[in-house]
T-cell receptor
Framework: AQKITQTQPGMFVQEKEAVTLDCTYD???????LFWYKQPSSGEMIFLIY??????QNATEGRYSLNFQKARKSANLVISASQLGDSAMYFC?????????????FGKGTKLSVKP | DTEVTQTPKHLVMGMTNKKSLKCEQH?????MYWYKQKAKKPPELMFV???????INESVPSRFSPECPNSSLLNLHLHALQPEDSALYLC?????????????FGNGTRLTVT
C-alpha cells in the first residue's frame, strides 16, 4: 500500500486564486513529519512547509498553509493568491520516526499550472 | 541560493566513461542522501550516509559507487552506465534523529548516458 497518496496528477488554477493540493498518508508511527516540496521545471526541490504529527496548529509559511487533519490522515497544501511562478510539480512527503535513517517517502506528485 | 551545492549541473557521458558527481553542504548536517529522479516521477532513494558511513544502499547496481570523504562532501562515482541511467540525480542533507528536519536538496545533476 502506498504510504503517501496524491490523487491529483494535474491541477489548473487562475492567477490570484487559491488552490488546494491533496495528500493522504498511511503510517502506524505516532511520531512523524509531513513535508511539501516544490519542483520547478529547472529541477531543484524546494522545501515549502512542514507539519509535525504532534503539532496542534496548522503550519503556515507565507502564502502556503497546510490543512492537517490527523484523524483523516490528510495533509493538504493550500496556496493562496496563486502566482505564475507557482507553476511546478508539488510533492507531499513523510518522514517516520521509525523510518530508515530519516528518509523521506514521497507521493507521486501533482503538477500545478497557473493560468494568467 | 541553495545551501547544498551539486556539480556539474549537466553531464553527458558514454557507456564506457568514468565520471563523478559531487555534492557539498555546510549546514552541519550528518545525514546525506543520493536520489535518482526520472521525468514526471518522484525521487527514488539510492544511498544514505549517516555520520559519514554508508547506512542504506537501496539495491543500487554497482556501476554507481558512493563516497563520503567527510561530513560536508558526498560523491557519486559512475562507471559503465547504461542509457536507462539517464536521469536527474539529486543530493540532499538533513539533521539526524528527528522527524521535523527537512531534507535540503541541491539543484541536481542532469545526466545523459549515450
Amino acid at each position: 500500500a502506498q504510504k503517501i497518496t496524491q490523487t491529483q496528477p494535474g491541477m489548473f488554477v487562475q492567477e490570484k486564486e487559491a488552490v488546494t493540493l491533496d495528500c493522504t498518508y498511511d503510517t502506524s508511527d505516532q511520531s512523524y513529519g509531513l513535508f511539501w516540496y516544490k519542483q520547478p521545471s529547472s529541477g531543484e526541490m524546494i522545501f515549502l512547509i512542514y507539519q509535525g504529527s504532534y503539532d496542534e496548529q496548522n503550519a503556515t509559511e507565507g502564502r502556503y498553509s497546510l490543512n492537517f487533519q490527523k484523524a483523516r490522515k490528510s495533509a493538504n497544501l493550500v496556496i493562496s493568491a496563486s502566482q505564475l511562478g507557482d507553476s511546478a510539480m508539488y510533492f507531499c512527503a513523510m518522514r517516520e520516526y521509525g523510518g530508515s535513517q530519516g528518509n523521506l517517502i514521497f507521493g507521486k506528485g501533482t503538477k500545478l499550472s497557473v493560468k494568467p | 541560493d541553495t545551501e547544498v551545492t551539486q556539480t556539474p549541473k549537466h553531464l553527458v557521458m558514454g557507456m564506457t566513461n568514468k565520471k563523478s558527481l559531487k555534492c557539498e553542504q555546510h549546514m552541519g548536517h550528518r545525514a546525506m542522501y543520493w536520489y535518482k529522479q526520472k521525468a514526471k516521477k518522484p525521487p527514488e532513494l539510492m544511498f544514505v550516509y549517516s555520520y559519514e558511513k554508508l547506512s542504506i544502499n537501496e539495491s543500487v547496481p554497482s556501476r554507481f559507487s558512493p563516497e563520503c570523504p567527510n561530513s560536508s562532501l558526498l560523491n557519486l562515482h559512475l562507471h559503465a552506465l547504461q542509457p536507462e541511467d539517464s536521469a536527474l540525480y539529486l543530493c540532499a542533507s538533513s539533521q539526524l534523529g528527528t522527524v521535523n528536519s527537512p531534507l535540503h536538496f541541491g539543484n541536481g545533476t542532469r545526466l545523459t548516458v549515450t
